[in-house]
């Protein structure tokens, strides 16, 4: 565990940030798993049903960028608190949609939601913790991401056969929100200042876009979130297509991959201390760009199914360091910064998903992985050439 924060009577603190980033993952496993019987239930094809994720990833953009000027005129951990509020409703609006629309409009609130609490995450953790720490604390963090997955596949897929996709709503996602909501308002201090009583977001903006580094960052984490994103929406299908790999065996691959990459962020803390931000950054994104074609193309199946968990392990890294390094390149306008860092981010996982379904229309898997191959590539030229760790001084 990383150390106490600057302020040592914080001791809800960690706690609070790691169920708040558990929180927001239970609705994208509950459509995972079960967009088919939503769609049977509301008469719609799996193609019309899937929307209501693309109106939340629309929305979650949108909201992204109008983060970064509310993140300046508002405090931080009211942001937060909100954010979880749009998980709660939305987990019973969801539960008792009596329609298509409704379930639309219903789910299309975690794009909010997320969009509030992801770069708040961050900001809290660098206004409470030391430098040194705020690797650690964010590797802990987002680990309750991958947690999430680990302990709600299994439970999801339960509470389904018990009664129908309505009941993982209601008993999973609602009372993790809520209990997320309650730790967030009692666990997170209110905060010394708000950032923006000394800056306008006016200023903030121009600060960041006239930052060569922080642009970098900005269009580096674009295209590494592509290369993840998209592994991860098609890696399980690969196996499953290409292998002939069982349901029941696709279940337990998919949690081994959660399982790696919570490995992946909690030891990403010490390491990005050790290396660098930068210099971890670097590798991280280069070795998963590495990984990720390596098991897309090796024809053996448990030789591809371990490169596949190497490389969540590797993503863990990824996530943890794109997230440390974006928050440091503008010390004045964190908040204005991690918003932008969320809203390309969520840019990217569309871009892969796009991409990386056109590719296996007109290709195949080889190809796919190839093609996320390249995107780190670019990513890792961009980072090694153009970015900088502003808290290095050498």
């Not at 592994?231 to 790999?245: A, D, E, V």
């Not at 440390?324 to 306008?333: A, F, G, K, M, W």
């Amino acid at each position: 565990m990383p150390g106490k924060p600057e302020k040592p009577r914080y001791n809800l603190l960690l706690p609070s940030l790691v169920l708040s980033a558990f929180a927001t993952q239970p609705p994208m496993l509950i459509t995972g798993l079960l967009l088919i019987d939503i769609g049977k239930s509301f008469n719609t094809p799996v193609g019309i049903t899937g929307q209501i994720t693309t109106s939340a990833s629309i929305l979650g953009v949108i909201f992204a960028l109008l983060m970064s000027i509310l993140s300046v005129r508002y405090r931080h951990k009211n942001l937060l608190v909100i954010g979880l509020v749009f998980f709660t409703i939305s987990a019973l609006g969801c539960y008792l949609a009596v329609d298509y629309n409704i379930m639309l409009i219903a789910y299309a609130l975690t794009g909010i939601g997320g969009s509030m609490i992801n770069p708040m995450q961050s900001t809290i953790t660098a206004e409470y913790y030391r430098l040194e720490q705020r690797s650690k604390v964010i590797g802990w963090t987002m680990a309750g991401t991958s947690i999430a997955f680990l302990i709600g596949s299994p439970l999801v897929s339960y509470l389904s056969g018990v009664s129908d996709w309505r009941l993982p709503f209601i008993v999973f996602m609602f009372p993790v929100a809520l209990a997320s909501l309650i730790l967030a308002y009692v666990g997170i201090p209110k905060g010394d200042r708000k950032e923006g009583e000394k800056i306008s977001y006016v200023d903030s903006f121009r600060k960041i876009l006239t930052n060569r580094s922080a642009v970098t960052c900005l269009l580096g984490t674009t295209l590494a979130s592509a290369a993840w994103s998209g592994s991860l929406t098609y890696g399980i299908s690969f196996f499953r297509q290409n292998f002939g790999l069982a349901t029941a065996w696709a279940s337990i691959l998919l949690s081994a991959m959660a399982l790696s990459k919570t490995v992946g962020h909690l030891w990403s803390g010490s390491l990005i201390n050790k290396v660098g931000r930068k210099n971890f950054t670097v590798f991280s994104v280069a070795a998963l760009g590495a990984t990720t074609f390596a098991y897309f193309n090796i024809g053996t199946l448990w030789f591809s199914m371990f490169v596949a968990c190497i490389s969540c392990i590797v993503a863990g890294f990824q996530d943890s360091s794109l997230s440390v390094l974006n928050l440091e390149q503008v010390p004045d306008s964190r908040g204005p910064m991690m918003s932008f860092h969320s809203a390309m981010y969520r840019v990217g996982s569309t871009i892969g998903a796009g991409i990386g379904g056109l590719t296996i229309l007109l290709f195949n898997y080889g190809i796919l992985g190839l093609v996320f191959g390249a995107f780190s590539i670019l990513s890792t030229i961009l980072y090694l050439l153009f970015a900088k760790d502003p808290t290095n001084s050498n």
